[in-house]
């Protein structure tokens, strides 16, 4: 059984950084993070394939955000130049299915979510 647990998540100040953690069990493969802010649909940030060689990144967050991993089942998010409207809870996904990887329909395991807030 896959289980998938995040970390890292908090209260910053606009323009500072801040670094999730995911971990799936049981688990070797494609990786992604996704956010939901309140009354808003589930957006896909970024997608990591255990090779590295196959990344995938928002246009909302490239640039800012660095998807990285261990090619096996840990991945991290970094997260620079927070803005206020970054604020989300924020999910890890595994067990990806294909296509761009921006999809919450591609992943079939998923986190519980950890909850990130950026005052201004």
């Known amino acids: 059984q896959v289980h998938v647990v995040e970390s890292g998540g908090g209260s910053v100040q606009a323009g500072r950084s801040l670094r999730l953690s995911c971990t799936a069990s049981?688990?070797?493969?494609?990786m992604a993070w996704f956010r939901q802010a309140p009354g808003k649909e589930r957006e896909g940030l970024a997608r990591?394939?255990?090779?590295?060689?196959?990344i995938y990144y928002a246009d909302s967050v490239k640039g800012r955000f660095t998807i990285s991993g261990n090619a096996k089942n840990i991945v991290y998010l970094q997260m620079n130049s927070l803005k206020a409207e970054d604020t989300a809870t924020y999910y890890c996904?595994?067990?990806?299915?294909?296509?761009?990887?921006?999809?919450?329909?591609?992943?079939?395991?998923w986190g519980q979510g950890t909850r990130v807030t950026v005052s201004s």
């Open positions: 996904a595994a067990g990806y299915g294909g296509g761009r990887g921006d999809d919450p329909a591609q992943y079939k395991y």
């Open positions: 049981n688990y070797i493969g494609h």
């Open positions: 990591f394939s255990p090779g590295a060689d196959d």
